[in-house]
Protein backbone atom coordinates (compact mmCIF):
# COMPACT_ATOMS: atom_id res chain seq x y z
CA UNK A 1 0.00 0.00 0.00
CA UNK A 2 1.42 3.63 -0.83
CA UNK A 3 1.33 6.06 1.60
CA UNK A 4 1.33 9.76 0.39
CA UNK A 5 4.32 11.73 0.33
CA UNK A 6 4.39 14.45 3.61
CA UNK A 7 4.14 18.21 1.83
CA UNK A 8 7.41 20.23 2.57
CA UNK A 9 6.97 22.42 0.23
CA UNK A 10 7.54 26.29 1.29
CA UNK A 11 8.61 29.91 -0.33
CA UNK A 12 12.10 28.51 -1.29
CA UNK A 13 10.46 26.05 -3.85
CA UNK A 14 7.25 28.61 -4.71
CA UNK A 15 9.68 31.65 -5.58
CA UNK A 16 11.90 29.40 -7.79
CA UNK A 17 9.27 26.87 -9.32
CA UNK A 18 6.15 29.60 -9.40
CA UNK A 19 7.44 33.39 -9.33
CA UNK A 20 10.63 33.31 -10.64
CA UNK A 21 9.69 30.97 -13.36
CA UNK A 22 6.77 33.04 -14.83
CA UNK A 23 3.91 31.02 -13.49
CA UNK A 24 2.98 33.71 -11.00
CA UNK A 25 -0.09 35.56 -11.81
CA UNK A 26 -0.14 37.68 -8.92
CA UNK A 27 -3.30 36.23 -7.19
CA UNK A 28 -2.12 37.03 -3.80
CA UNK A 29 -2.83 34.08 -2.25
CA UNK A 30 -0.22 33.18 -0.84
CA UNK A 31 0.02 36.56 0.38
CA UNK A 32 -3.34 36.37 2.31
CA UNK A 33 -2.77 32.87 3.85
CA UNK A 34 0.87 33.21 5.63
CA UNK A 35 0.80 33.02 8.73
CA UNK A 36 3.53 34.77 9.92
CA UNK A 37 2.99 37.97 7.53
CA UNK A 38 5.86 37.65 5.96
CA UNK A 39 4.91 37.90 2.30
CA UNK A 40 4.39 41.15 0.79
CA UNK A 41 2.87 42.42 -2.52
CA UNK A 42 3.37 45.31 -4.85
CA UNK A 43 -0.10 46.21 -6.31
CA UNK A 44 1.04 48.52 -8.61
CA UNK A 45 1.90 48.98 -12.44
CA UNK A 46 4.93 46.44 -13.31
CA UNK A 47 4.20 44.62 -10.34
CA UNK A 48 1.94 42.72 -9.06
CA UNK A 49 3.59 39.91 -7.72
CA UNK A 50 4.71 38.59 -3.95
CA UNK A 51 7.91 39.27 -2.41
CA UNK A 52 9.21 37.59 1.12
CA UNK A 53 9.88 41.05 3.58
CA UNK A 54 12.30 38.87 5.47
CA UNK A 55 16.03 38.93 4.25
CA UNK A 56 17.82 36.49 7.01
CA UNK A 57 18.48 34.01 4.57
CA UNK A 58 17.64 35.97 1.46
CA UNK A 59 14.35 36.46 -0.83
CA UNK A 60 14.43 33.40 -2.06
CA UNK A 61 14.06 31.41 1.19
CA UNK A 62 12.52 31.66 4.38
CA UNK A 63 12.94 31.00 7.99
CA UNK A 64 9.47 29.54 8.82
CA UNK A 65 9.97 27.68 5.76
CA UNK A 66 13.17 26.11 6.71
CA UNK A 67 11.30 25.17 9.86
CA UNK A 68 8.51 23.32 8.10
CA UNK A 69 5.71 25.82 7.78
CA UNK A 70 4.23 25.14 4.12
CA UNK A 71 1.01 27.33 3.54
CA UNK A 72 2.53 29.73 1.05
CA UNK A 73 2.41 26.81 -1.44
CA UNK A 74 -0.83 24.75 -0.22
CA UNK A 75 -2.13 28.16 -1.28
CA UNK A 76 -1.02 28.80 -4.76
CA UNK A 77 -3.36 27.84 -8.15
CA UNK A 78 0.05 27.51 -10.01
CA UNK A 79 2.13 25.64 -8.09
CA UNK A 80 2.65 21.45 -8.72
CA UNK A 81 -0.70 19.69 -9.23
CA UNK A 82 -3.00 22.33 -8.94
CA UNK A 83 -5.62 21.81 -11.67
CA UNK A 84 -6.28 18.61 -10.98
CA UNK A 85 -6.21 18.94 -6.85
CA UNK A 86 -8.94 21.54 -7.67
CA UNK A 87 -10.86 19.62 -10.55
CA UNK A 88 -11.08 16.55 -7.64
CA UNK A 89 -12.15 18.79 -4.84
CA UNK A 90 -14.85 20.48 -6.87
CA UNK A 91 -15.72 17.70 -9.20
CA UNK A 92 -14.50 14.76 -7.93
CA UNK A 93 -12.23 14.00 -11.37
CA UNK A 94 -10.05 15.47 -13.34
CA UNK A 95 -10.98 17.37 -16.90
CA UNK A 96 -11.52 15.18 -19.84
CA UNK A 97 -9.71 15.96 -23.18
CA UNK A 98 -13.11 17.90 -24.41
CA UNK A 99 -13.21 19.81 -21.20
CA UNK A 100 -10.66 22.58 -22.46
CA UNK A 101 -13.23 25.20 -21.02
CA UNK A 102 -13.17 23.27 -17.90
CA UNK A 103 -15.75 21.21 -16.19
CA UNK A 104 -19.34 22.48 -16.34
CA UNK A 105 -23.16 21.30 -15.76
CA UNK A 106 -24.78 24.07 -18.01
CA UNK A 107 -24.08 26.81 -20.55
CA UNK A 108 -26.91 29.79 -20.49
CA UNK A 109 -27.52 33.37 -21.35
CA UNK A 110 -28.84 35.48 -18.53
CA UNK A 111 -29.21 39.35 -17.47
CA UNK A 112 -30.62 41.01 -14.37
CA UNK A 113 -34.02 41.97 -14.31
CA UNK A 114 -34.02 44.65 -12.24
CA UNK A 115 -33.24 48.06 -14.74
CA UNK A 116 -30.76 49.86 -12.48
CA UNK A 117 -28.70 46.77 -11.56
CA UNK A 118 -28.25 45.93 -15.29
CA UNK A 119 -27.69 49.86 -16.24
CA UNK A 120 -24.83 49.34 -13.98
CA UNK A 121 -23.44 46.10 -14.37
CA UNK A 122 -21.30 45.11 -17.15
CA UNK A 123 -22.86 43.40 -19.83
CA UNK A 124 -26.20 41.33 -18.09
CA UNK A 125 -25.46 42.66 -14.63
CA UNK A 126 -25.45 39.29 -13.53
CA UNK A 127 -22.63 39.33 -10.81
CA UNK A 128 -24.19 42.30 -9.16
CA UNK A 129 -27.20 40.68 -9.28
CA UNK A 130 -25.88 37.32 -7.92
CA UNK A 131 -24.25 39.32 -4.96
CA UNK A 132 -27.51 41.53 -4.37
CA UNK A 133 -29.53 38.41 -4.19
CA UNK A 134 -26.98 36.00 -2.21
CA UNK A 135 -26.48 38.93 0.51
CA UNK A 136 -30.45 39.08 1.17
CA UNK A 137 -30.88 35.15 0.94
CA UNK A 138 -28.18 34.41 3.71
CA UNK A 139 -25.88 32.98 1.44
CA UNK A 140 -22.90 35.80 2.06
CA UNK A 141 -22.26 38.85 4.17
CA UNK A 142 -20.17 40.17 1.85
CA UNK A 143 -17.96 39.76 -1.55
CA UNK A 144 -13.98 40.22 -2.07
CA UNK A 145 -14.20 42.00 -5.29
CA UNK A 146 -13.28 45.83 -6.74
CA UNK A 147 -13.49 49.18 -6.78
CA UNK A 148 -11.88 52.21 -8.55
CA UNK A 149 -9.23 53.67 -6.49
CA UNK A 150 -9.92 57.39 -5.39
CA UNK A 151 -11.48 59.49 -8.04
CA UNK A 152 -13.59 57.47 -10.26
CA UNK A 153 -12.37 58.53 -13.39
CA UNK A 154 -8.72 57.37 -12.59
CA UNK A 155 -9.19 53.65 -13.73
CA UNK A 156 -7.14 52.19 -11.09
CA UNK A 157 -8.93 49.12 -9.92
CA UNK A 158 -8.18 48.22 -6.13
CA UNK A 159 -9.31 44.96 -4.07
CA UNK A 160 -12.15 45.79 -1.89
CA UNK A 161 -15.61 44.70 0.02
CA UNK A 162 -18.88 45.25 -1.11
CA UNK A 163 -21.52 43.95 1.92
CA UNK A 164 -24.53 45.97 0.44
CA UNK A 165 -26.18 46.83 -2.40
CA UNK A 166 -24.51 50.20 -2.74
CA UNK A 167 -21.78 49.21 -2.85
CA UNK A 168 -21.86 46.30 -5.10
CA UNK A 169 -23.24 48.93 -7.48
CA UNK A 170 -20.30 50.86 -6.71
CA UNK A 171 -17.77 48.18 -7.69
CA UNK A 172 -19.85 46.98 -10.82
CA UNK A 173 -18.29 47.16 -13.89
CA UNK A 174 -14.81 45.63 -15.57
CA UNK A 175 -11.52 47.46 -15.64
CA UNK A 176 -8.88 45.63 -17.47
CA UNK A 177 -6.08 46.34 -15.20
CA UNK A 178 -5.27 43.46 -12.60
CA UNK A 179 -6.93 43.85 -8.67
CA UNK A 180 -6.00 41.16 -6.70
CA UNK A 181 -8.90 41.04 -4.63
CA UNK A 182 -8.03 38.38 -2.35
CA UNK A 183 -6.66 40.64 -0.66
CA UNK A 184 -9.32 42.47 0.42
CA UNK A 185 -10.32 39.74 3.03
CA UNK A 186 -8.25 41.36 5.71
CA UNK A 187 -10.67 44.21 5.14
CA UNK A 188 -13.99 41.79 5.82
CA UNK A 189 -12.46 40.24 8.71
CA UNK A 190 -12.04 44.12 10.04
CA UNK A 191 -15.71 44.39 9.16
CA UNK A 192 -16.79 41.21 10.74
CA UNK A 193 -17.94 39.82 7.78
CA UNK A 194 -17.76 35.40 8.13
CA UNK A 195 -19.37 34.39 5.07
CA UNK A 196 -17.65 36.02 1.78
CA UNK A 197 -18.42 35.80 -1.71
CA UNK A 198 -14.85 35.60 -3.84
CA UNK A 199 -15.18 37.70 -7.27
CA UNK A 200 -11.95 37.05 -9.23
CA UNK A 201 -9.98 36.78 -12.64
CA UNK A 202 -9.82 33.10 -13.38
CA UNK A 203 -6.43 33.16 -11.99
CA UNK A 204 -8.28 34.17 -8.06
CA UNK A 205 -10.93 31.79 -9.05
CA UNK A 206 -8.77 28.71 -8.01
CA UNK A 207 -7.60 29.58 -5.09
CA UNK A 208 -9.87 28.34 -2.92
CA UNK A 209 -10.31 25.40 -4.17
CA UNK A 210 -6.71 24.73 -4.06
CA UNK A 211 -6.62 26.26 -0.70
CA UNK A 212 -9.50 23.51 0.68
CA UNK A 213 -7.46 20.77 -1.01
CA UNK A 214 -4.52 21.28 0.53
CA UNK A 215 -6.04 21.99 3.93
CA UNK A 216 -4.58 25.39 4.14
CA UNK A 217 -6.78 26.56 7.14
CA UNK A 218 -8.75 29.01 8.63
CA UNK A 219 -8.08 31.83 6.08
CA UNK A 220 -10.04 29.92 3.27
CA UNK A 221 -13.11 29.00 5.11
CA UNK A 222 -15.11 32.39 5.06
CA UNK A 223 -14.84 32.26 1.29
CA UNK A 224 -18.43 30.12 0.45
CA UNK A 225 -19.03 31.47 -2.72
CA UNK A 226 -16.51 31.61 -5.56
CA UNK A 227 -18.00 33.62 -8.55
CA UNK A 228 -15.22 33.57 -11.83
CA UNK A 229 -14.84 35.69 -14.56
CA UNK A 230 -13.91 34.78 -18.13
CA UNK A 231 -10.50 37.00 -18.60
CA UNK A 232 -7.98 36.44 -21.47
CA UNK A 233 -5.61 39.11 -19.83
CA UNK A 234 -5.37 41.97 -18.22
CA UNK A 235 -3.31 44.76 -19.15
CA UNK A 236 -0.49 47.23 -17.27
CA UNK A 237 -1.98 50.21 -15.95
CA UNK A 238 0.98 52.24 -18.43
CA UNK A 239 -1.69 51.39 -21.31
CA UNK A 240 -3.29 54.44 -20.30
CA UNK A 241 -0.58 56.80 -20.70
CA UNK A 242 1.67 55.00 -23.42
CA UNK A 243 -1.54 53.95 -26.27
CA UNK A 244 -4.78 55.86 -25.03
CA UNK A 245 -3.32 59.34 -24.51
CA UNK A 246 -0.28 59.08 -26.33
CA UNK A 247 -1.45 58.24 -29.94
CA UNK A 248 -5.17 58.35 -29.26
CA UNK A 249 -5.27 61.30 -27.19
CA UNK A 250 -7.56 59.67 -24.45
CA UNK A 251 -7.85 61.04 -21.43
CA UNK A 252 -8.08 58.72 -18.54
CA UNK A 253 -10.17 61.34 -16.80
CA UNK A 254 -12.66 61.58 -19.47
CA UNK A 255 -13.28 57.79 -20.00
CA UNK A 256 -16.60 56.92 -18.38
CA UNK A 257 -17.20 52.88 -19.41
CA UNK A 258 -14.61 50.57 -21.16
CA UNK A 259 -15.24 46.83 -22.64
CA UNK A 260 -13.61 44.49 -24.86
CA UNK A 261 -15.39 42.66 -28.02
CA UNK A 262 -12.87 41.69 -30.28
CA UNK A 263 -11.54 45.32 -30.11
CA UNK A 264 -10.99 47.54 -27.24
CA UNK A 265 -14.08 49.62 -26.20
CA UNK A 266 -13.71 53.04 -24.44
CA UNK A 267 -16.74 55.56 -24.15
CA UNK A 268 -15.92 59.15 -23.32
CA UNK A 269 -17.96 61.76 -21.57
CA UNK A 270 -18.67 63.62 -24.33
CA UNK A 271 -20.59 61.13 -25.43
CA UNK A 272 -17.79 59.38 -27.70
CA UNK A 273 -17.25 55.90 -28.51
CA UNK A 274 -13.53 54.62 -29.83
CA UNK A 275 -12.20 51.30 -30.79
CA UNK A 276 -9.00 50.02 -30.88
CA UNK A 277 -7.21 47.37 -32.08
CA UNK A 278 -6.15 44.39 -29.45
CA UNK A 279 -3.02 43.79 -31.47
CA UNK A 280 -2.24 47.50 -30.56
CA UNK A 281 -2.65 46.75 -26.26
CA UNK A 282 -0.19 43.49 -26.42
CA UNK A 283 3.04 45.20 -25.38
CA UNK A 284 0.78 45.82 -22.60
CA UNK A 285 0.11 42.44 -21.19
CA UNK A 286 0.61 42.52 -17.71
CA UNK A 287 3.80 39.92 -17.21
CA UNK A 288 1.60 37.80 -14.91
CA UNK A 289 -1.10 37.26 -17.53
CA UNK A 290 1.29 35.45 -20.18
CA UNK A 291 1.19 31.97 -19.12
CA UNK A 292 -1.93 32.27 -17.56
CA UNK A 293 -3.96 28.50 -18.90
CA UNK A 294 -7.62 29.56 -17.81
CA UNK A 295 -9.50 31.42 -19.77
CA UNK A 296 -12.90 30.46 -18.77
CA UNK A 297 -12.35 30.70 -14.39
CA UNK A 298 -12.52 26.80 -14.25
CA UNK A 299 -12.97 26.51 -10.70
CA UNK A 300 -15.66 28.89 -9.67
CA UNK A 301 -19.12 28.30 -8.91
CA UNK A 302 -20.51 30.15 -11.62
CA UNK A 303 -18.01 31.68 -14.43
CA UNK A 304 -19.28 34.77 -16.49
CA UNK A 305 -18.72 37.13 -18.95
CA UNK A 306 -20.06 39.14 -22.35
CA UNK A 307 -18.74 37.46 -24.88
CA UNK A 308 -21.05 36.61 -28.10
CA UNK A 309 -23.54 38.87 -30.07
CA UNK A 310 -25.58 40.07 -27.32
CA UNK A 311 -24.07 42.67 -25.61
CA UNK A 312 -26.78 42.92 -23.08
CA UNK A 313 -26.62 40.02 -21.84
CA UNK A 314 -23.83 37.85 -19.58
CA UNK A 315 -22.73 34.03 -21.08
CA UNK A 316 -23.47 32.41 -17.67
CA UNK A 317 -21.49 28.74 -17.10
CA UNK A 318 -22.66 26.82 -13.95
CA UNK A 319 -20.04 24.70 -12.63
CA UNK A 320 -20.63 23.12 -9.34
CA UNK A 321 -24.38 22.16 -7.32
CA UNK A 322 -24.08 25.41 -5.45
CA UNK A 323 -23.69 27.26 -8.78
CA UNK A 324 -26.94 25.50 -10.12
CA UNK A 325 -28.87 26.10 -6.73
CA UNK A 326 -28.07 29.72 -7.01
CA UNK A 327 -28.89 30.24 -10.67
CA UNK A 328 -31.81 27.90 -10.44
CA UNK A 329 -33.68 29.86 -7.42
CA UNK A 330 -32.78 33.04 -8.86
CA UNK A 331 -34.44 32.33 -12.16
CA UNK A 332 -37.52 31.21 -9.98
CA UNK A 333 -38.07 33.81 -8.19
CA UNK A 334 -37.60 36.39 -11.20
CA UNK A 335 -33.98 37.95 -10.21
CA UNK A 336 -32.56 37.17 -13.65
CA UNK A 337 -33.79 36.50 -16.96
CA UNK A 338 -32.04 33.36 -18.48
CA UNK A 339 -32.28 31.30 -21.80
CA UNK A 340 -30.31 28.47 -23.00
CA UNK A 341 -26.89 29.00 -24.30
CA UNK A 342 -27.57 27.45 -27.41
CA UNK A 343 -29.32 30.37 -28.70
CA UNK A 344 -25.47 32.23 -29.02
CA UNK A 345 -23.58 29.04 -30.28
CA UNK A 346 -20.81 31.67 -31.75
CA UNK A 347 -20.40 32.56 -27.70
CA UNK A 348 -19.83 28.95 -26.89
CA UNK A 349 -17.26 28.65 -29.94
CA UNK A 350 -15.55 31.76 -28.94
CA UNK A 351 -15.33 30.49 -25.59
CA UNK A 352 -13.77 27.37 -26.20
CA UNK A 353 -11.33 28.95 -28.64
CA UNK A 354 -10.28 31.11 -25.87
CA UNK A 355 -9.92 28.86 -23.56
CA UNK A 356 -7.60 26.57 -25.89
CA UNK A 357 -5.50 29.70 -26.96
CA UNK A 358 -4.79 30.70 -22.88
CA UNK A 359 -4.30 27.20 -22.39
CA UNK A 360 -1.77 26.73 -24.66
CA UNK A 361 0.33 29.22 -22.78
CA UNK A 362 0.71 27.03 -20.18
CA UNK A 363 4.38 26.00 -20.92
CA UNK A 364 5.65 22.60 -21.60
CA UNK A 365 8.05 22.32 -18.70
CA UNK A 366 5.38 23.12 -15.93
CA UNK A 367 2.45 20.27 -15.34
CA UNK A 368 1.55 18.77 -18.20
CA UNK A 369 -2.35 17.84 -17.03
CA UNK A 370 -2.71 21.32 -17.53
CA UNK A 371 -2.09 21.08 -21.21
CA UNK A 372 -4.52 17.75 -21.79
CA UNK A 373 -6.67 18.27 -24.52
CA UNK A 374 -4.34 20.53 -26.67
CA UNK A 375 -3.03 19.37 -29.98
CA UNK A 376 0.49 19.34 -29.17
CA UNK A 377 3.04 19.32 -31.85
CA UNK A 378 5.26 16.64 -32.72
Not at 45 to 51: K, N
Not at 279 to 307: L, M, N, Q, V, Y
Not at 318 to 338: K, N, P
Request: aromatic share 8%; glycine share 10%; charged share 25%.
Amino acid sequence: MSTKTRWSFQWKELHAEVIQSGLCTGCAGCVISCPHDVIGYHHREGEYRPFHLEDELGPDNCLHGEKGCTTCTRACPRFRDWEPEANEHLFGHERADDDVAGIYSDIMLTRASDDMVHRMGQDGGLVSAILIWAMEEGYIDGALTSFLDGEASDWRAKPGVAANRDEVLASAGSRYTYSANTLAIDEARERGLEKLALVGMSCQSSVPPVMWHRKVGKISKPIVFNLGLLCSKTFDDAIFEELFWAKYGLERAEMVKMNIKGVFQIWTRDGGYHEINLKECHDWTREGCTHCPDFAAEHADISCGGIGKHSDWTLTIVRTDLGREIISRMIADGSIIAKPGDEDPGAIALMRKLAEKSRARWPQWANPDVRVGLPEKR
